[in-house]
């Protein structure tokens, strides 16, 4: 089945709206609390990603009997380098995003930390597109 | 533990219910439908917290309520109450008074369930694990909306015993001499307890012998004061256990909790602000509370569904009577406590609390991915304006009922209205035959 929900850009009212919605399809699939965690968690990072860097973008889940995957896609303007994005505490975020709580440069390594699947295909001034995988085989 | 099967103290009196949805509406977890007419509550999904039986205005939903006749059973009887009971009564009766007539009710021994918290923190109890934020697990109905609701927050549950167990065993320990002729029985404000109380293999069911409504005994009380109003006037009478802390009286009051919590913590009552607030809460990824206190009922125990008293009168009754008592516990009380340490030896906390499974659509994850699906296109064409009037709260829960095959999509009264013979070809679609299949929805008609 797949679910896809729409993310703007620099709406920080809405961040979480998403993966709540995902979290309430998820509730009626008989998955383990632990792993839906792990699925909130990463989401939730990645939209608020969305919202404070990109010019805006979708969040496509998939939901398959053994696995969940997710792809985030953005519309711009890529992550000019990438290993440095994946160091923990590392941020480009602005004065302003950092106001609001977030930036802290902990968004991509806790995405890596809890998916057991991640691929990012991203180059400066291009989108990001982002893919994550839950396995649920090890559940119930 | 967990694979307790919850039993339910609220039942639908099928004579007095009109299958108007004003419970099914209420129900916080979506327990109730309406079905031929009458109210039907869904024993997964129940967590007896009484808003159905609060809201209903034809009296139809009613409480377990077992005689007085009970305390019979045993030579000593104790009663562990807490302490709204005794704030149920009006300013012109004072605790002695009622404390009198429930000696002569038939009590020989009547402990404040409060005294449970002031024994916590003589023997210092603490938390196996400490959650951020640490949920309280001092509402029994909370404890189950969580575990039914929120899986996710289940780990965040407190394990220590509940004061009223604490209260329990601490009176089960000094009056051990009394053996098996000693019954212990417990005051209850509210729904949930009797549940967890009638939930064979709980806690409560090991720990107490009988469970007595505060209706029951308030009436009890009140008809000894009315009719011998001289004798009482003189008698005289005191607790077991002669006092409990300022803090202690004040613990089932909005904040009663939360106030005495050392850093950030937060009180929410009422079951619709607890859930407001839980939906939130599950979905935040961090945050800097450490404690929480959520209390189903408005205003905490005092709001209770077998109250009598306004809520409001009751708080400020305790907050009243608490002003005179000590901040801490008197010398001697403390030392009576810690002769019964033993009892308590590894045994303050509880095991943690599973969560209950039971919003799934199937317990095959592939039929329930399907009906997932279904849900989604069922919702699609129905109307979208949660009337109720097919018997669901919701038109999702009637989506939802669809799926599982528990409800026709003919139970549409919009659909029907609209489109009589399309609602008949979309019903085929979702493989319903073509009349009789559906019958529900004619019963009620």
């Known amino acids: 089945m797949r679910q896809e929900y729409l993310v703007p850009a620099q709406d920080f009212s809405v961040a979480g709206v998403a993966s709540s919605n995902l979290k309430r399809l998820l509730k009626q699939l008989n998955i383990d609390p632990l792993t839906i965690k792990r699925i909130m968690v990463a989401v939730f990072e990645a939209e608020v990603n969305v919202i404070a860097h990109s010019y805006g973008g979708r969040i496509v889940c998939d939901l398959e009997e053994e696995k969940i995957t997710i792809q985030v896609i953005d519309t711009g303007p890529g992550i000019p380098d990438l290993d440095l994005a994946m160091t923990e505490g590392w941020s480009t975020a602005s004065e302003q995003v950092r106001e609001l709580g977030y930036g802290a440069g902990m968004g991509l390594p806790n995405i890596k930390k809890n998916c057991d699947h991640l691929t990012i295909k991203t180059k400066a001034g291009d989108h990001t597109h982002i893919t994550m995988g839950f396995s649920l085989k090890e559940s119930i | ?445």
């Not at chain 2, 077991?240 to 202690?248: I, L, V």
């Not at chain 2, 407001?276 to 189903?296: M, P």
């Not at chain 2, 317990?363 to 979208?384: F, H, M, T, W, Y």
């Open chain 2, 1 to 445: 533990m967990s694979d307790l099967s919850l039993h339910h103290s609220l039942q639908v009196i099928n004579e007095a219910c009109k299958g108007c949805t004003h419970c099914m509406k209420r129900c916080p977890t979506g327990a109730i439908r309406i079905s031929k007419g009458k109210a039907v509550i869904s024993a997964d999904l129940c967590i007896d917290c009484g808003q159905c039986m609060a809201v209903c205005p034809n009296h139809a939903i009613r409480i377990e309520q077992d005689p007085l006749s009970q305390l019979q059973r045993f030579t000593y009887r104790v009663g562990i109450v807490p302490a709204p009971f005794f704030a149920q009564f009006p300013d012109t009766l004072t605790v002695t008074q009622v404390l009198a007539a429930l000696y002569d009710i038939g009590f020989t021994h009547i402990y404040l369930a409060e005294t449970g918290i002031d024994i916590l923190d003589v023997l210092e109890a603490e938390e196996k694990e400490k959650p951020l934020p640490l949920i309280s697990n001092f509402c029994p109905a909370v404890q189950r909306l969580i575990q039914i609701r929120y899986p996710l927050l289940v780990g965040n549950l407190s394990r220590l015993r509940s004061p009223a167990q604490v209260t329990a065993i601490f009176a089960k320990s000094e009056l051990a001499a009394f053996g098996e002729s000693l019954g212990i029985f417990y005051f209850t404000p509210c729904a949930a307890k009797i549940a967890q109380f009638k939930t064979e293999g709980s806690e409560e069911h090991r720990l107490f012998d009988g469970i007595i409504n505060f209706d029951t005994a308030y009436n009890q009380v009140s008809v000894l004061l009315a009719r011998e109003k001289e004798r009482y006037a003189s008698k005289q009478a005191g607790f077991t256990f002669p006092h409990c802390t300022r803090k202690a009286l004040r613990w089932s009051l909005v904040k009663g909790q939360s106030s005495n919590q050392k850093g950030r913590a937060l009180a929410v009552d009422e079951m619709h602000n607890v859930i407001e607030f839980l939906d939130i809460l599950e979905d935040e990824q961090e945050t800097s509370l450490q404690f929480l206190e959520l209390d189903a009922c408005a205003e905490g125990c005092v709001g209770g569904i077998l109250t009598v008293r306004n809520r409001f009168l009751a708080t400020e009754q305790l907050r009243h009577w608490s002003t005179n008592l000590p901040k801490e516990l008197p010398q001697d009380l403390t030392e009576r406590i810690l002769a019964q340490k033993h009892s308590f030896e590894n045994n303050l906390c509880l095991d943690a609390p599973q969560p209950k499974q039971v919003l799934g659509l199937d317990k095959d994850r592939s039929k329930a991915l399907q009906k997932l699906e279904k849900v989604d296109r069922i919702l699609a064409v129905l109307p979208g304006i949660d009337c109720g009037l097919c018997g669901c709260p919701s038109c999702l829960a009637l989506a939802q009922d669809v799926a599982k095959s528990q409800a026709s999509l003919r139970q549409c009264v919009v659909l029907k209205l609209k489109d009589p013979k399309e609602l008949n070809s979309l019903a085929r679609i979702w493989g319903e035959r073509p009349t009789a299949a559906g019958g529900q929805m004619d019963d009620q008609a």
